[in-house]
Nanobody, 123 residues
Framework: QVTLVESGGGLVQAGGSLRLSCVAS????????MGWFRQVAGKEREFVAA????????SYVETVKGRFSISRDNAKNTVYLQMNSLKPEDTAVYYC????????????????WGQGTRVTVSS
């Protein structure tokens, strides 16, 4: 089974930047498309970004386009989420996920999930 561990969350002022990292172990990382999701207490988990097996294709939720960038380094078994121009509404716990399916925004297609890293953006 694949184990995913996120890091890089923290407290940042609106307009600032953070880079989240997700390190995978226990599987063949390059066989999985990867995604980032976020969740606020009391709300449904929301798709943020996804990247294909080799990093050639990416997708984003409309609200983060132009601000966030997902990338991966298969040699390091790591996927990143660079977050710029952060807004208070970006505050959430961010989760890394892996799927054997092709790149998708559907949470149900992801079989492996990290424990989450908290991002707080102050106004």
């Amino acid at each position: 089974q694949v184990t995913l561990v996120e890091s890089g969350g923290g407290l940042v002022q609106a307009g600032g930047s953070l880079r989240l990292s997700c390190v995978a172990s226990g599987g063949t990382f390059s066989r999985y498309a990867m995604g980032w999701f976020r969740q606020v207490a009391g709300k449904e988990r929301e798709f943020v970004a996804a990247v294909s097996w080799r990093g050639g294709r990416t997708s984003y939720v409309e609200t983060v386009k132009g601000r966030f960038s997902i990338s991966r380094d298969n040699a390091k078994n790591t996927v990143y989420l660079q977050m710029n121009s952060l807004k208070p509404e970006d505050t959430a716990v961010y989760y890394c996920a892996a799927t054997i399916s092709t790149m998708t925004a559907r949470a149900g297609e992801y079989g492996y999930w990290g424990q989450g890293t908290r991002v707080t953006v102050s106004s």
